[in-house]
């Protein structure tokens, strides 16, 4: 089995219920490599960047403002960067399909993620979806500086 990076967020609708430390320690037993953790407040620009493959989307507007906490009043996420034998694959299933309550009901999605009766999906975490967008998240969230080793190939000043 190839060894892949992925990206992990533990987003605010998850700290706002302190899940944080649930949901890491079912990531734990897969036993992966941590290779960067770090608390950061998101910014608009960082959401819509990390988000553009849904920018067409009727919900995009309240994504963005899920992910930087304004729906749950907590300013920040928790991101890391995992390794192993079929890293991304392994992480998503863990976590489970996007919508709650499509998602397998062992998972952590379907176990404690939720629609909330205002209607928002708070499925409390990101996981990256392939090697091309793990890259391109990976190096979105984190600065080479941030990881214990290189995972990604080094961006150019230009595009920061
Ligand atoms: P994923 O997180 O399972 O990869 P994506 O389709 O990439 O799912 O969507 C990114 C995020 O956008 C989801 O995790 C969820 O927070 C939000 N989202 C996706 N579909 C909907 C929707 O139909 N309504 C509200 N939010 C959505
Ligand atoms: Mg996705």
Redesign the pocket.
Same mark, same amino acid.
């Given at each position: 089995m190839a060894d892949q990076v992925t990206l992990v967020i533990i987003?605010p609708d998850a700290l706002r219920r302190g899940l944080a430390g649930h949901i890491l320690s079912r990531l734990e037993q897969l036993g992966l490599e941590m290779v960067g953790a770090k608390v950061l407040s998101v910014s608009r620009a960082l959401a819509e960047e990390h988000?553009r /493959?849904?920018r067409d989307?009727?919900?995009f507007e309240?994504?963005l403002q899920?992910?930087q906490g304004k729906l749950h009043g907590v300013g920040y996420v928790l991101a890391f960067v995992l390794s192993g034998p079929e890293a991304i694959r392994r992480v998503?299933e863990v976590?489970g399909?996007? /919508?709650p309550e499509q998602a397998d009901p062992l998972s952590l999605?379907g176990s404690v993620g939720r629609m909330t009766t205002q209607?928002?999906?708070e499925?409390l975490? /990101?996981?990256?979806?392939n090697e091309a967008e793990a890259r391109r998240e990976i190096a979105l969230w984190f600065r080479p500086d941030e990881l214990r080793r290189p995972v990604v190939p080094r961006r150019s000043p230009a595009r920061r």
């Open positions: 987003k988000y /493959h849904l989307k009727p919900f309240e994504l899920h992910v998503r976590t399909a996007t /919508h999605r209607g928002w999906m499925n975490l /990101h996981a990256s979806e």
